[in-house]
């Protein structure tokens, strides 16, 4: 407990009906002191640990003027929520963040009733608020009550054609509702567009919300018939100084810019907004991100995600790479291939250094988009620079990709357009959870006319499908990789692009097969030598490929051998179900096959370690052992011996 912060406030805080009793010079200091607490707890843990730091000030205020849980503050994504957990009842877990049956990094409903509504994607706060509001005023009912709605949504978040199709429909409503517009002109990268610009000329001019009230009073004051035409001219003024004009012709009423580390405009405006607001109203609130934290401060990103550091110097104790990321070889390989291809291009959603784009950026800045956060533009984007002879890669988070799902069908598949689809963060991913698993883009690519569908078992294997891809111009095309480091494989010189449809065989064995798709093979590379001990010899191929399917290469394994087994880091009717479905359009039960197929379980994962998520997932490679054994029925005969 020694190295922990002095936080005598704080430590009578459990709930946050505990701050109703303090003054507002008391909530000043709170905020230090929670401030201090989120930093040594993230030391620990590790985490996303800027977007915090940013919201103290907001986070004490929040508590102290509404009455939660019955008032819900829904905070967008959830990366900012650390300090919210502490004063919600969580402080004595919060050092177990993102662990093994610790704490979600997100808010989620089964851990606290303080947290109304689930986040880990962007944009969707306000949405849900505008539903809790409805639900309000219709009369639901949950166990804490239903009281004032509070969406928290960052600058980069409200570029998200979601977060403004929910203001247009709440402007429409009318209910009362409040979007606290968080904005700290940094999201994981540097916000793009032409809201970012919008933004920064509202706070670059006078405080609109003085100019605004001046006006109303002015025009109250007049007689009716020169009321019209002052009103007029009001909404010219309102105009020339910029102000919050966007945000009230969608129907809101607009408070900012104000400093959200200034309790002394946070708490007036809070308590003003809770005793008067009538409809949807947006506070424009102006952070940092990494607030009071110099290192996150001055680091590129503010601290967006931090392995577990020393408080003192910032310095990240991150364990030392014996292999190079997969990520990093995808932005290598891309780079590359881009030098002697100028019709090479990339997009990303918010995600550049993320997705190993920064490298390719760096060089071809003008062959390089990142759209913000929003992945449906992205892929209708990418879909349409490749009807206009480009070959875009679109480099998106499998869990990411899932939102941009409907243009991937209707705008590329439909069409067949060439997009290539780099999807990163295949498969479990660790301390991020369920929210952030890549489990779902094999079966809702591969079930896709016209799709090619691959996955690296090794970074060498991800350069050749790079290089594959950029190749292909006959419809889109997929291939997946792992978060994390490659296994240590030699890398090629460059990548050579694969034969569509066409797996390799890794060893010849006798009795069982093992057919792997995507970056378990090493896992049953180990799983094999622990069998060899046991005088089994499994043949082992590498798929590559879920869709086109090598049709030879399965029905000669399944002809081979008694039993085949498929793997994959992905869900039920991916790649081991397109495999089922060939064998039995072939006949090839009708004959005997032992048949299985390794995905991961119909449930939501939670967070752990990757290697502890595919234990419970069933996938470790003692578990692909005893797989193994019990097909061959080798397992029962011991027990029966024994």
Not at 156 to 165: I, K, L, Q
Not at 274 to 294: C, E, S
Not at 569 to 593: K, M, N, P, Y
Request: proline share 5%.
């Amino acid at each position: 407990m020694a190295d922990r912060p002095n936080t005598p406030l704080l430590d009578g805080v459990t709930r946050p009906a505990d701050m109703k009793q303090f003054s507002d010079a008391e909530l000043t200091r709170l905020a230090d002191e929670l401030r201090a607490e989120t930093i040594s707890a993230v030391s620990v843990t590790g985490g996303h640990l800027g977007a915090g730091l940013g919201v103290v000030e907001l986070t004490v205020a929040l508590h102290a003027v509404f009455d939660t849980p019955r008032d819900k503050i829904i905070w967008d994504v959830g990366h900012q929520c650390y300090p919210h957990k502490i004063l919600t009842e969580r402080r004595e877990r919060i050092r177990t963040l993102r662990m093994k049956d610790g704490l979600s990094g997100f808010t989620k409903r089964s851990e606290s009733p303080y947290d109304p509504f689930g986040a880990a994607h962007s944009s969707t706060s306000i949405s849900a608020a505008l539903g809790f509001a409805v639900a309000r005023d219709l009369g639901g009912v949950t166990p804490e009550g239903l009281g004032d709605a509070i969406a928290v949504i960052g600058d980069g978040a409200m570029s998200a054609g979601m977060a403004f199709e929910a203001m247009n429909n709440a402007g429409h409503l009318n209910k009362r509702l409040i979007v606290i517009l968080n904005d700290n002109e940094m999201s994981i990268a540097p916000p793009v567009g032409a809201l970012s610009s919008y933004l920064s000329r509202l706070y670059a001019e006078e405080p609109f919300q003085e100019l605004k009230a001046a006006a109303k009073g002015a025009v109250s004051l007049l007689p009716e018939p020169f009321r019209e035409g002052a009103k007029r001219a009001k909404d010219v003024l309102k105009g020339m100084a910029v102000g919050g004009t966007l945000f009230e012709q969608l129907g809101f009423s607009y408070v900012g810019p104000i400093d959200g580390h200034d309790m002394d405009q946070l708490l007036p405006v809070l308590r003003t907004v809770k005793a008067r607001a009538r409809g949807p109203i947006l506070i424009h609130v102006l952070t940092r991100k990494g607030k009071g934290y110099a290192p996150a401060e001055t680091a590129q990103d503010k601290g967006h995600a931090t392995a577990k550091f020393d408080v003192i110097t910032g310095e990240q104790k991150k364990t030392p790479s014996n292999a190079p990321s997969y990520t990093s070889v995808f932005g290598k390989t891309l780079t590359v291939l881009a030098k002697a291809d100028d019709k090479i291009t990339a997009v990303t959603a918010a995600m550049p250094d993320g997705t190993g784009l920064n490298l390719f950026a760096e060089r071809f800045p003008s062959r390089c988009f990142d759209v913000g956060i929003a992945e449906q533009h992205g892929v209708t984007f990418a879909a349409g620079l490749a009807a206009g002879g480009m070959k875009p890669f679109c480099a998106i988070y499998s869990t990411f990709l899932q939102r941009g799902y409907d243009q991937v069908v209707h705008d590329v598949a439909i069409q067949r357009l060439p997009v290539r689809f780099a999807v990163d963060r295949a498969g479990l991913v660790g301390a991020d959870g369920a929210t952030h698993a890549g489990s779902y883009d094999i079966v809702f690519l591969a079930n896709l006319p016209g799709f090619t569908v691959m996955a690296a078992a090794d970074e060498a294997e991800l350069m050749h499908m790079v290089a594959t891809a950029a190749a292909h111009d006959d419809g889109p095309i997929a291939f997946r990789f792992p978060r994390g480091e490659g296994v240590g494989v030699e890398l090629p010189e460059q990548g050579v692009p694969l034969e569509i449809g066409k797996g390799r065989m890794i060893q010849e064995g006798k009795r069982v097969a093992i057919l792997s798709f995507g970056a378990h093979l090493a896992e049953v590379q180990a799983a094999a030598e622990a069998l060899a001990a046991k005088g089994i010899k499994p043949t082992i191929a590498d798929a590559r490929f879920a869709k086109p399917l090598d049709r030879d290469l399965i029905l000669s394994l399944a002809n081979e051998h008694e039993a085949l087994i498929t793997i994959e880091e992905g869900a039920v009717g991916g790649f081991g179900s397109h495999v089922a479905q060939l064998l039995a359009d072939e006949g090839v039960f009708d004959t005997g096959l032992k048949f299985r197929s390794m995905v991961l379980p119909d449930t939501f994962i939670d967070q752990a370690s990757p290697s502890d998520m595919y234990k419970v997932a069933g996938m470790s490679a003692a578990q692909i052992e005893a797989k193994v054994l019990d097909v061959l029925g080798v397992a029962t005969i011991g027990e029966q011996r024994a």
